[in-house]
Antibody
Framework: EVQLVESGGGLVQPGRSLRLSCAAS????????MYWVRQAPGKGLEWVSG????????GYADSVKGRFTISRDNAKNSLYLQMNSLRTEDTALYYC????????????????WGQGALVIVSS | AIQMTQSPSSLSAAVGDRVTITCRAS??????LGWYQQKPGKAPKLLIY???TLQSGVPSRISGSGSGTDFTLTISSLQPEDFATYYC?????????FGHGTKVEIK
């Protein structure tokens, strides 16, 4: 059974940093691109960042570029999101997930999602 | 970034109704579009990928169509478990972008 479990969320002051982790199990982690999507309270979904299976291709939303860094450790079946210079508008539930297929060069469709890690940025 | 215009933003429908949700891309995205369903307090669930391919386990009353810039999600006969919010997502280029969502409510 595929499982994705996020951790590392919490309350943080504006300008500070936080690191999210996503522990993956039940599939061959090192074969799949992974991503982060967030959802502000009561709002829609926003794609944040994605990383290819070998970390060779990485993408970011314009809203987080230069502040957030995605990474992965295939030996530990783990995905990370380092969030620096946090802003109040970064307050959201952050989901990690996996690309459905190992084929293709695009970010593709996402077939498994975690339950999310809540990040609250407030003074 | 490609803009995805989703409509309507909400709709009320009865069980058994046919429901159609549309997404329009700001440029040609071929068929690189997926549809997701989200229920309150839950993670999104993939329904359709490549514009019209039904994800395994998704009931056949749900279908997707379109290519280029105009896409449609159709539920042929709305069931109680279909009341949720639906999002389209283009993955033609980076960054992928979601539509703003369509909330399907009970009439």
């Amino acid at each position: 059974e595929v499982q994705l479990v996020e951790s590392g969320g919490g309350l943080v002051q504006p300008g500070r940093s936080l690191r999210l982790s996503c522990a993956a199990s039940g599939f061959s982690f090192n074969d799949y691109a992974m991503y982060w999507v967030r959802q502000a309270p009561g709002k829609g979904l926003e794609w944040v960042s994605g990383i290819s299976w070998n970390s060779g291709y990485i993408g970011y939303a314009d809203s987080v570029k230069g502040r957030f860094t995605i990474s992965r450790d295939n030996a530990k079946n783990s995905l990370y999101l380092q969030m620096n210079s946090l802003r109040t508008e970064d307050t959201a539930l952050y989901y990690c997930g996996k690309k459905m297929s190992t084929a293709g060069t695009g970010w593709g469709a996402y077939d498994y999602w975690g339950q999310g890690a809540l990040v609250i940025v407030s003074s | 970034a490609i803009q995805m215009t989703q409509s309507p933003s909400s709709l009320s429908a009865a069980v058994g109704d046919r429901v159609t949700i549309t997404c329009r891309a700001s440029q040609d995205i071929r068929n690189d579009l997926g549809w997701y369903q989200q229920k309150p307090g839950k993670a999104p669930k993939l329904l359709i990928y490549a514009a019209s391919t039904l994800q395994s386990g998704v009931p056949s009353r749900i279908s997707g169509s379109g290519s280029g810039t105009d896409f449609t999600l159709t539920i042929s006969s709305l069931q109680p478990e279909d009341f949720a919010t639906y999002y389209c997502l283009q993955d033609y280029n980076s960054p992928p972008t979601f539509g703003h969502g369509t909330k399907v409510e009970i009439k």
